[in-house]
Nanobody
Framework: VQLQASGGGKVQPGGSLRLSCVVS????????MSWYRQGSGKEREGVSC????????YYADSVKGRFTLSRDNAKNTVYLQMNNVKPEDTAVYYC????????????????????WGKGTQVTVSS
């Protein structure tokens, strides 16, 4: 099983980035998928999640209206489109998957996730 995240970098406030996470070794359409982030000196935070069925979605209050999670089952890829980024969005971003249809709250917190990708750094600075 492998999760490969990419797309991070340095961006100016108000700019945009799109993170990608390619999943291999798992049946993609049966997975709940999430993006998390951890800023320097901060706890890990659930940014956005989508359930395996697509029927449930979560966005942290801090990113609502600015970030959009999408998935392309044909490409085994989940995306996080980040618009109007702010300095407080600076963090290492991680993608993760849940294979067991865990309780939604554990998906949001990350406790229920089974596999994690290596993080990709996002820095928002002028």
């Amino acid at each position: 099983v492998q999760l490969q995240a990419s797309g991070g970098g340095k961006v100016q406030p108000g700019g945009s980035l799109r993170l990608s996470c390619v999943v291999s070794g798992l049946r993609f359409d049966s997975l709940s998928m999430s993006w998390y982030r951890q800023g320097s000196g901060k706890e890990r935070e659930g940014v956005s999640c989508v359930s395996w069925s697509g029927g449930s979605r979560y966005y942290a209050d801090s990113v609502k209206g600015r970030f959009t999670l999408s998935r392309d089952n044909a490409k085994n890829t989940v995306y996080l489109q980040m618009n109007n980024v702010k300095p407080e969005d600076t963090a290492v971003y991680y993608c993760a998957v849940d294979t067991r249809r865990s309780v939604w709250s554990s998906v949001i917190s990350g406790v229920g996730m089974d596999y994690w990708g290596k993080g990709t750094q996002v820095t928002v600075s002028s």
